[in-house]
């Protein structure tokens, strides 16, 4: 069903930027495999929760075909890479472009912080 969902997610994305989709997707679940995960169609993201905390954090498509790797409590971490638009209150992103290599341990590093951030 996850796979599905996920196959039709990316249908419209170009190949590159739904390799990494899936890429950071798989990362994020090998970091944490005891989060849930569901896709949203409608935000066009993978949605990963917490057992106990709620949403820690989330996958997400650019319109310009970047990933991004959205955190719940985003603007409380510190990362030189963390961004937003100016207009969002609580979360933070970090972008990613296809064919870049994932920071798998500073990945993994924000998420345990965001998990201790709603502990």
Known sequence: MFEDDLDRLLESYPPAAARLYRDLVAMVRDIRPDFTFKVSMAWQTVNFHHPKLGFIVAVCGTRDHRVVLVFQDGRLLD?????????VKKVRWIPFAPGETLPTDEIAILIAESVALRS
């Open 79 to 87: 990362h030189p890479r963390m961004t937003d638009d100016g207009k």
